[in-house]
């Protein structure tokens, strides 16, 4: 299996830009979680799907922010406009469900640079 | 709420010394605890992991045990290697959500 696959792995933009953020989570699974790495706030959770349904957006921060799944095998972040406090590395993860055992795989993140 | 606390790093050792890595946790309910490891430019990659009160999670030389009475879920190696640098989380899993702490970065001298 691939794994989850993200694109694009590096994005530089410049303020007010939209940016999109793509993610292909692994065949089969039934969950898409969004997550936000940042030194300062490290790992959060910004939004996550169970079977396309968007579950829980609490921690989308405003509503530059947006999330789609229009399928089990394709999600998007977009963030417009962008700022530079978005700057920050984005990860997707996928799980067969989202019950308490089952694993979250994680792919290898997107890095967004806001200029 | 729901939240993780570990210890801060960075932690730098020799290899073949022993790990060990707190970390604490609030949850209401019962949680299950995870450890995932983050090398250079990569995702997150489960550890190990623990689905109720008293067990323990191993892999790779790595061990944690889930302990209920005192809220901890401590990371404990006997030997690093040089290959264990990395950052390393701990996390909990309620109603679905995954919360992390802040991470702890180790590296180890050969």
């Known amino acids: 299996d691939a794994g989850v696959i993200q694109s694009p792995r590096h994005e530089v933009t410049e303020m007010g830009q939209e940016v999109t953020l793509r993610c292909k989570p692994i065949?089969?699974?039934?969950?898409l979680f969004w997550y936000r790495q940042t030194m300062m706030r490290g790992l959060e959770l910004l939004i996550y799907?169970?079977?396309?349904?968007?579950?829980?957006d609490s921690g989308m921060p405003e509503d530059r922010f947006s999330a789609k799944m229009p399928n089990a095998s394709f999600s998007t972040l977009k963030i417009q406009p962008s700022e530079p406090r978005d700057s920050a590395v984005y990860f997707c993860?996928?799980?067969?469900?989202?019950?308490?055992?089952?694993?979250?795989?994680f792919g290898p993140g997107t890095r967004l640079t806001v200029l | 709420g729901d939240s993780v606390t570990q210890m801060e790093g960075p932690v730098t050792l020799s290899e073949e010394a022993f790990l060990t890595i707190n970390c604490t946790y609030t949850?209401?309910?019962?949680?299950?605890l995870f450890w995932y490891v983050q090398y250079p430019g990569e995702g997150l990659q489960l550890l190990l992991k623990?689905?109720?009160?008293?067990d323990k999670g191993s892999n790779k030389g790595f061990e944690a045990t889930y302990r209920k009475e005192t809220t901890s879920f401590h990371l404990e190696k006997g030997s690093v290697q040089v290959s264990d640098s990395a950052v390393y989380f701990c996390?909990?899993?309620?109603?679905?959500?995954?919360?992390f702490g802040r991470g702890t970065q180790l590296t180890v001298w050969p």
């Open positions: 993860a996928s799980s067969l469900t989202s019950g308490g055992e089952s694993e979250q795989f």
């Open positions: 065949s089969g699974h039934n969950s």
């Open positions: 799907f169970n079977n396309n349904v968007p579950i829980d």
């Open positions: 949850a209401t309910g019962y949680p299950s």
């Open positions: 623990a689905t109720k009160a008293d």
């Open positions: 996390a909990l899993k309620t109603l679905g959500r995954l919360y």
